[in-house]
């Protein structure tokens, strides 16, 4: 049964509207809204409107803070740091990037971490508010309250998954790279899951260190964990990018796995770049536009298609999602359905 | 037959005599010589003294340009961007992880974007100098005349390695990664080809797009290509960090792959940030040394010693070779030979 399409736009107001029914402020509840939809359209289905339920739950329990601003720790005017006050990690990022991109328009590059943030959902939806003015942006997190990826040679977790998002500006689509310091997902482990599916790939380990394809390790006492990028074989990477990530997200807004678990959250780095400051916009334009169009001229290896650019993808179903309307991943809509019976808010119609 | 050990001051000294004896200044001989040591004491041996023998060739030839200071195309007091004119990329990286690190402690942050460096050899080799001051620092480089991995997917090279390192403080050894975007590297790829040997993994493709354990794959026409690190099954990681680094190794400084190629160089991205100008120098310590010691605490898969913590093994090999003396690699003395006689410079003598 294909799940029924929506407008994006009646998505967002839906999403708004409970999100302020649940005590959030307009401004708060729409920049959460916006951006959760955004992943949805760009294909991130486990951090988008999934989230909401969970977001609403937590409004609801107060583990997520309803009012007020960050409190500002430190700031040189260029490196802003911030206590969240588990304020909803969205809309304190998107707070964020726009401030870090202000300041870099006249620096050259500035750089804001938060601690005490709720969770972050998509960081790739993050990008294009920086990219579309010609900004380069470097969003990093990790939730010092959970872990499930162990370093490398060990297998007690230690890790979040550790994504780190990029994006720049080119002479088309912007490029948009949403990666991790880990093989998979606590999101992706989690549906599976709950789903009796397994990965492709043996990216996990069982707590005694055998690798598997199996999510049910996460069911064990102790647990199994998730390999960290390059697995087996090469994953010191994986395991040097996670300690560079926690170092920025935990280390420089001082709040992390020294203190006691406050429950689902964020540690959050945020850096733009002006490359304006630099060599020039048109400069960096013409360097990148000319490794796009490089990588796309790589021919693939057999049974591939052609080599796409990190985000391509996701601009393509964007696109065909606000024409032809967003189908949200299956299950999503009927939750959210519930919480609009409870909040009393009206559930948008289908337009397919 | 094992190699002579020599102390690393005599090795420093020697071969600032001979890139003096090749045109440099005493400052940059010097700091030339005591990184390329460094990078030896530090077990990082194709990127030590191995790499002296090419510096002499490209200062005889020219391509290395020995006199002046980096052009200065822009500068916000934050972000410098410097046109490094073909001089010894190890000197003019030195010089801007000292500029950063002067910067960051009075805004938090700041980069210096280097364009047309010559070869920059271990980037670890650099951490040192600025996590001793208790500064975080971040060094990427690319080369943009050459290209040996391609993107995710494809065959035909875009990128080189990219190395991307990262230094913090922690209450003991600072942590030193220098990782790459790709699995391998150009060095250990030339190495194990010269010596007629083959890698543990099938970590390189041929030019149709086959895994191979075997380096001969870069004497065909078309040659082939590194995998991404994250390889067949996620190497979109890998290729996510190419971009990255490429963006601001390129992009920024403005000079790359769109311009004719000049010859074995280096364009660069040098960052460093201070603690103390966020949460505060302790803050950044206390949450690292509770993360550091959590990994040394994670138990080993079965087969493996302790989880050990990036730049560890390389402390422990520097302690033992200033304490020993410095064994370098086999056949590395014996080319440096052939220069000392060349331009008269006397070798230093073994310590056993």
């Not at 010092?144 to 689509?173: L, Y």
Request: contains cysteine; charged residues 20%; hydrophobic residues 45%.
């Amino acid at each position: 049964m294909t799940e029924p399409a929506f407008r994006a736009e009646d998505l967002t107001q839906f999403a708004t509207a409970l999100f302020e029914r649940a005590g959030l402020d307009r401004d708060k509840a729409q920049t959460m809204a916006e951006l959760l939809v955004e992943a949805d359209l760009m294909g991130h289905t486990t951090h988008g409107l999934a989230l909401a339920g969970g977001y609403l739950d937590e409004l609801d329990s107060g583990s997520m803070t309803k009012d007020g601003a960050p409190e500002v720790i430190a700031d040189t005017g260029v490196a802003a740091t911030w206590d969240g006050r588990r304020l909803p990690g969205v809309w304190l990022t998107a707070q964020a990037v726009d401030l870090a991109a202000a300041r870099a328009q006249v620096h050259g590059l500035a750089a804001v971490a938060i601690r005490r943030a709720h969770h972050i959902a998509c960081l790739a939806a993050f990008l294009p508010r920086a990219t579309e003015k010609g900004l380069v942006v470097q969003i990093a997190s990790s939730d010092p309250s959970a872990a499930s990826v162990a370093p490398f040679g060990g297998t007690r977790a230690v890790f979040t998954p550790d994504p780190i998002a990029f994006g720049f500006p080119t002479d088309g689509d912007p490029v948009l790279i949403d990666i991790s310091a880990s093989i998979t997902t606590n999101g992706m482990s989690n549906r599976l899951l709950a789903e009796g599916r397994t990965f492709e790939h043996p990216w996990l380990l069982t707590a005694d260190g055998t690798p598997t394809h199996d999510p049910a390790v996460f069911r064990t006492d102790p647990p199994g964990t998730i390999l960290p990028t390059g697995g087996l074989d090469h994953g010191h990477k994986g395991y040097g990018m996670a300690l560079m990530i926690e170092a920025l997200t935990q280390g420089l807004p001082g709040f992390g796995r020294a203190d006691p678990p406050e429950g689902w959250g964020a540690s959050v780095w945020v850096q733009v770049i002006d490359p304006a400051r630099f060599a020039g916009h048109a400069a960096f334009v013409r360097q990148m536009a000319w490794t796009v169009a490089a990588c796309r001229a790589s021919p693939p290896r057999p049974g591939l298609g052609a080599v796409r650019l990190p985000g391509e993808n996701a601009m393509v179903k964007r696109r065909a999602a606000l024409a032809d309307g967003l189908r949200l991943y299956p299950g999503v809509m009927r939750g959210l359905a519930g919480w609009a019976d409870k909040l009393g808010v009206t559930v948008p119609a289908a337009i397919g």
